[in-house]
């Protein structure tokens, strides 16, 4: 694996928009985060072409959208490219990916949702990217989570050694209405944390994190963008819920494509981040699917985490793709065995 160089105050860091055009809907929201990154962590937004478009023109010209990805990677002085917002299709700027270029100038690449297409693309091809924050979902709210400002810090800045996630003991799902600018920068209401919770699984493993929203990842099987069966041997496979919630069944049929692809098969963990707008009655539905699955594959020995502070919740854990990490499930507890970023 490549890793990036770390984050420095004053570098560039170029906002793209490879799906939904967030930014030209809501611009308040956009900015906000921009000054979230210049106020808190010295960085200087640099705006590319297609960055605030309007959905209709972003809908119509994916290549634009792809050509955008290509020139932030190309330009020496930005060392990281940060998503603006989630989406829907960004798996159609794949085919326009220049991935050596890319690969040939590794930076600290980072969003969630619908970024999933980019990101895991770009990790299972040789490059560290980062499951985290967008501009407009999370770094504009993250003011409401010192902690996570300071995981931002130590993950990317810092290059911390051995970096533990610690389960956040407040949570909030969502935001309140983004066309009201008094309210830009507010979560939804916090709700006191349950912890994370180990299903199943007696051993500590290792494995390096890969994952992301289960709903884009869909999108990519049977595409030239889905990893080869080789590449999920000893795999940390890291999973979540979009605001779009499909139902704990739906969950399990997404779940046994992967068994007969071998998949649950090879990882050595599960991690399935808290599920978005979903109830008590609902969590436990899905807690049976899990252990339902990782049965009928012959995997009850699976360790298997659930309700983890990453994708649709605040504050996000940050997971980089492509990093080798312990998973206990005493605790349970995760930490990095390798810096997330080169020096």
Not at 31 to 59: I, Y
Not at 140 to 164: C, D, H, T, W
Not at 186 to 195: A, D, F, L, N, P
Not at 216 to 238: C, I, N
Request: net charge neutral; with cysteine.
């Amino acid at each position: 694996m490549v890793s990036p160089p770390r984050l420095r105050r004053r570098d560039a860091a170029a906002i793209i928009t490879p799906s939904w055009g967030g930014p030209s809907e809501y611009p308040a929201v956009y900015e906000h985060g921009l000054d979230v990154l210049r106020e808190e962590f010295g960085l200087r937004p640099v705006e590319m072409t297609c960055t605030r478009a309007k959905q209709a023109q972003l809908h119509r010209h994916p290549d634009a959208r792809a050509k955008d990805v290509n020139s932030a990677f190309e330009h020496d002085d930005t060392r990281a490219v940060l998503t603006s917002i989630g989406g829907d299709d960004s798996v159609r700027i794949l085919p326009f990916i220049d991935l050596d270029a890319i690969l040939d100038r590794p930076k600290v690449l980072m969003g969630f949702s619908d970024a999933t297409t980019l990101l895991t693309y770009l990790c299972w091809n040789g490059m560290t990217t980062f499951y985290g924050p967008s501009v407009m979902a999370g770094i504009s709210q993250m003011r409401n989570y010192p902690a996570q400002i300071k995981q931002v810090k130590e993950l990317l800045f810092e290059g911390k050694a051995n970096y533990r996630y610690r389960p956040s003991t407040a949570y909030s799902e969502g935001y309140p209405d983004w066309s009201r600018e008094d309210l830009v920068g507010h979560v939804g209401r916090k709700r006191r944390s349950g912890g994370w919770k180990t299903l199943q699984g007696e051993d500590k493993v290792v494995g390096r994190l890969f994952g992301g929203c289960i709903e884009v990842l869909e999108m990519m099987k049977g595409t030239a963008y889905w990893p080869p069966r080789s590449f999920w041997d000893g795999k940390m496979l890291f999973l979540e819920t979009s605001e779009d919630m499909p139902t704990p069944d739906n969950v399990k049929c997404m779940l046994r494509n992967y068994g007969m692809q071998g998949v649950l098969d090879d990882i050595s963990a599960l991690l399935v981040g808290r599920p978005r707008g979903y109830d008590r009655v609902a969590k436990r539905r899905l807690a049976r699917v899990l252990r339902q699955v990782a049965e009928e594959f012959g995997r009850t020995d699976l360790l298997i985490i659930t309700d983890m502070d990453f994708g649709h919740t605040d504050p996000q854990m940050i997971l980089p793709l492509g990093v080798k990490a312990e998973l206990d499930p005493a605790g349970p507890g995760l930490r990095l065995l390798e810096r997330a970023v080169g020096q």
